[in-house]
């Protein structure tokens, strides 16, 4: 992920073109899926590929984010934005404080921690039953929301909100990416302790870093919460992590567009094998398997190594004639 990539550009376009002829490609509910789980993968990508920094910790912010939107739209009747941004805060904060303790420790010890605090949030929601309705989940919230006056219920209309929501977080990862403090983050990346010799405080650039990721992914909560209609606590389970990792990575990390291709990918294969085979997630192992093994930048690298290639034919051609 190239700190340099000017903002917006041809990227931008194509995402937004993708998401205006998605719904026309999948069923209008799928396609909600996809914008909603690559709204979450974006902050995984945020973190590795920006900086660096493997994370096994993302469902924890977004089911953290989930829980806080519910309760807020359900108990204080708050609306469909201001719960969305407070579902967002609450991310940032939780991945804030937490990642002022991970960044301490480098490599796996980092990796360990994010675990550790996911399973820990986990079962903090089992614990506190009075409040997150324990293994029951989350239920009586509102079934439909508003936004400007207009309503968000049927599925054309809620997919639009839920592109419109992964659109603007994309250009937000865009920007930040493309900003100084994107420079210095993958400065970090290729070579902390250089960083630290230039007077940078990596520390605290690392933990800005995780809350923004925190912060993102805390929004993706809130979102398939109004989707669901509820919260069930299988968004804070270690699962719900593991698939928004597994996204970022068959897309790669490489582009924030790789979100939405890995979530444009995992959702449409899992929904087609789950009707073949009750083990289907053992087929989507052995196709990132195959994806780290033979295309490690993801599938989004794909579209560059074709390009690449068209133009070593061009190159060969003309020095031919």
């Known amino acids: 992920m190239r700190a340099a990539e000017r903002f917006p550009n041809l990227v931008t376009a194509m995402v937004f073109a993708a998401l205006v002829v998605l719904p026309f490609i999948v069923s209008v509910t799928l396609a909600s899926q996809i914008a909603i789980f690559a709204t979450g993968a974006l902050s995984v990508a945020l ?15 977004l089911g953290v984010g989930a829980y806080v939107c519910g309760i807020l739209a359900r108990d204080a009747g708050m609306g469909l934005v201001p719960a969305l941004l407070m579902a967002s805060l609450s991310g940032a904060a939780l991945a804030g404080f937490l990642g002022s303790v991970m960044v301490r420790r480098h490599g796996v010890y980092f990796v360990m921690l994010t675990l550790a605090f996911a399973q820990m949030g986990y079962f903090a929601v089992l614990a506190f039953k009075g409040v997150t309705g324990g293994e029951n989940g989350l239920t009586g919230l509102p079934r439909q929301f508003d936004l400007l006056g207009l309503s968000i219920a049927d599925p054309l209309s809620m997919y639009g909100f839920m592109a419109g929501a992964f659109f603007l977080v994309f250009l937000l990862v865009q920007r930040i990416i ?20 230039l007077g940078y405080p990596v520390a605290r650039y690392k933990t800005v870093a995780v809350a923004l990721a925190g912060a993102i992914a805390g929004f993706a909560g809130g979102l398939h919460v109004i989707f669901l209609g509820f919260v069930p606590p299988s968004d804070v389970e270690l699962e719900m992590s593991q698939r ?41 192992a052995l196709l990132l398997i195959g994806l780290v093994l033979f295309l490690p930048g993801g599938l989004w690298s794909a579209g560059h190594r074709i390009t690449a290639l068209f133009e070593r034919i061009g190159n060969r051609n003309a020095a031919h004639d």
């Open 178 to 197: 493309a900003s100084p403090f994107g420079s210095v983050l993958a400065a970090i990346r290729e070579n902390e302790p250089r960083s630290e010799a």
């Open 47 to 61: 973190l590795l590929g920006a900086v660096g920094l493997l994370s096994f910790g993302q469902g924890l912010y």
């Open 244 to 284: 928004l990792l597994v996204i970022a990575l068959i897309g790669g990390v490489g582009s924030p567009a790789g979100a939405l291709v890995g979530s444009a990918f995992y959702m449409i294969v899992s929904e087609a094998l789950s009707e073949i085979w009750p083990r289907w997630l053992a087929l989507i």
